[in-house]
């Protein structure tokens, strides 16, 4: 009896209780994957002209911290910059006793406090030593880069970490504006993408298995019930019910556009009781109220078919990684049954509990059998690909055949610039965004033309050390090489209007001279760790693959370039 | 120690026009006067609050003044990142407000430990702006209505910016609120609609998810079993008892999947938080004091919703002023409703009706009181209506005035017969 329930504490441990706010989003497997993985931040890597030391570095460093508050691994962040006066007024992870130290250590210092379980690393030093050391970035599963950073730093860390599989987020905060990159591996695959609940019910309604076929008809007489009795039949009963008798006066086909399903939806209503003292049933309700989403053929989204389609999927190798292993396998339960294995969950619904437990239970082992199936072709599989012993775990497929309907494979890009050798789906990209009116795309070009002017100071040596990065002469032979870019090999010359958006957000840009604003940086640090989270879990779906912000007009968009 | 050295780029966008600016803006040393002399109220030092007051610190204000009635739980550090596991217990203003003072030379923070409900016009009046980073709907719309309550047409100076931020997981928004000119936290109460609740008799007759068993355990078995003592949501015994109590219950029922953490979450309607979502919204909502304060840019008009889960989404619009808002408005709002339900059952749906969310509502129309909670002679007095119909106390399309001891104003509905 429940007097007799032990009073002493089985709760969770102390780690899950205060992680609790985040397993309830990415669970302990998700948890796991973050505590494994460690952050690379190169967060500056040498002055920016004249009076400058550098990039200040805000972005990153805040971006780390919503790393190392929900219990990364381990970080690193790599800073050659001294801390000045002016980092003080910008960045929250110093303090007055930093002054003249290495803002790599003062840095990695402050953000250590926040977590206990995390690890953090620093080298005062630029990343091009770094990179000499073969065993440097492979410690990494994940690396931020703040810029502006000069072209061959960049560049020489980018291809590196795209040979290791290593994903890049290139990052600007400059003023009210900021925009970011991330740079994935050709094929980066996701399970867990947690779509909407609402979109994910499978019921298949139009194709029952004999054993839910049989539940609707082992009900019986609906009209011979008790009113108790009739409030509280299953809506998926119910609707199972009725598309029989509806078939059976629509030569066998079920109700199929939107008319019929509407008539069908009037014909479903039209046999709830409402002489009862409700006035109405609530089974019948929801029955109604489900038709038009639920009464539907399965059909295979396009995302889940190009997966299929994949040279990866229709090619194993003893080398293929367990997500192509199980699509292949899903592809062939597809092309047998011509659906998807179930998911088997069900959504709550008016009914008795032991009606809906039982219902529940026919979702559940037919979900439970189709991973069988599904299993055991892996396991074919397997043996074919020439590995003595089962490799990929059960709990991995059933995950995988849950959200089958959902999977995605982003096909990542290299973070994107606008230069002579610049790729032409990204130039393309971006001419398409400045024909749309009030595109953000002209920050990014902003930022661009920022980079071109770092990277010549930068590689311009000690004697043009009076260069600044305010300097009208770089910014106007800049801007213009980028916008002939742009336009070359076009029939037309840029527009007015564009030419003024692209000037505007450069007068925009160019007011904070390279210095960046506490509250742009921390919302973009935000955006840029949520990224980080998504692509660390392998859950959720990741950002592809730029990101521009501009907080002058509060809004944000997406472009792939 | 040198203002402008620190400051630089804080004050060089401060001291340069950009294209969004208004014409007529100044740039300079006035505008960083202006903003150096803002005094700023932040309502909440959690998830957001702890960004919000870095964030107000590191973007130049210097009297800030923080309100929160909670005390730091080992669940906050996830994410509130100016508490320590040794500050567990102490009060959350205080904590934070000493922490970004120590941190951030020339700031000065003043803390109060209590509810916002504590404080009257007087108070809110001293400040230039005020920024909510609450988890409670009841306390925004207290906010809000008291903000409406005082704004003088005569006096500029009474009109208080109120920027309120709010997550959920991956998602959130933020949105600046003018006082009595643009669409205010009233406006917009049915774009933030309660959770649907579980039927009574769901859970005391026919329970068929782990959920209803943990509201049967909470709810019913407690009440049965230990009525005597009151139930401490934060008390790992009592949560550990309801645990224990909707497990049995579970397996009664064949029902699978109640866990400890479900229990938790279900008892104290835990929303999922993380850090960094909390810095998109806190950052986001800064932004726009930072702007409003000094002009240096347009300010939000006047939402902006954020949904990360799938790369980065943010939707911007403006909500409209609703003419017929209980607040804001000067009309009754419509509201349908059958006329066959009792009084009573119409009472008890106002708790979930999107555009009303009134727990303990009273009502009157302008002849007569439908019902009165207080005192208990009069409640004694109206409860008979409870059983009547509204078709027996009401005219098709008639005014009622409900009040609710969570706010200081009258609702405003008008009833139209479905």
Known sequence: MTESFPAALTGPTSKERKYDRQLRLWAATGQQALEDSRVLLVNSDGPLGANSTGVSGVVGVEALKNLVLPGIGGFTIVDPATVTESDLGVNFFLEEESLGKSRAEETCRLLRELNPDVQGYYYSKHITELLHDPDFLPRHKLVIITGPTNRSSLGSLTQQAQRLGIPVLYVHSVGFYSTFSLQLDAEFPIVETHPDPETTQDLRLLNPWPELADAATAFGDLTAMDDHKHGHVPYILLLLHFLEQWKQSHGGNPPSSYKEKTEFREFVRSNARTDNPEGGEENFDEAVAAVLKTISPFSLRSSTREIFEMEQCKQLTPQSADFWVIASAINTFYNTHGVLPLPGSLPDMKAQSADYVALQNIYKSKARRDVEEVTSTIRQLESQLGQATPQILEREIEVFCKNAAHIKVIHGRAVPQISSDSDLTTLKAIRNQLNMEDSLISVFIATQVLDAVVDEIQSSGQQEAQLSVDDEALWTSHTERILALLSRDQPVPLDVDVRGAIANAIMELRRAEGGELHNISSLTGGLVAQEALKVLTRQYVPLDNTCVFDGARSRSEMYRL | MSQQGRWKHLYKVMSKPGPYCDDDWVPGSDTIDTLESSKILVIGAGGLGCEILKNLALSGFKDIHVIDMDTIDISNLNRQFLFRQADIGKPKAEVAAAFVEKRVKGVKITPFVGKIQDKDEDYYMQFKIIICGLDSIEARRWINATLIGMVDPENPESLKPLIDGGTEGFKGQARVILPTLSSCIECQLDMHAPRPAVPLCTIATIPRQPQHCIEWAHQIAWQDKRKDDTFDSDDMEHISWVYHAALERAQQFHIHGVTFQMTQGVVKN???????????????????????????????????????????????????????????????????????????????????RAEAQLKKPSMRTEEKTLYQRFPPQLEEHTRPNLRLKLRELVENGEEIAVSDPAYTIDFRYRLVFK
Not at chain 2, 280 to 298: M, Q, R, Y
């Open chain 2, 270 to 352: 835990i929303i999922p938080a993380i850090a960094s979502t909390n810095a998109v919204i806190a950052a986001s909502t800064t932004s726009e004091v930072l702007k409003i304060a000094t002009g240096c840019n347009p300010y939000l008009e006047n939402y902006m919703m954020y949904a990360g889960e799938e790369g980065v989404y943010t939707y911007t619009f403006e909500a409209e002023k609703k003419p017929d808002c209980p607040v804001c408005g000067n009309l009754a709002r419509k509201m349908d409703v059958d006329p066959d339900m009792t009084l009573g059952d119409f009472i008890e749906s106002l708790g979930e």
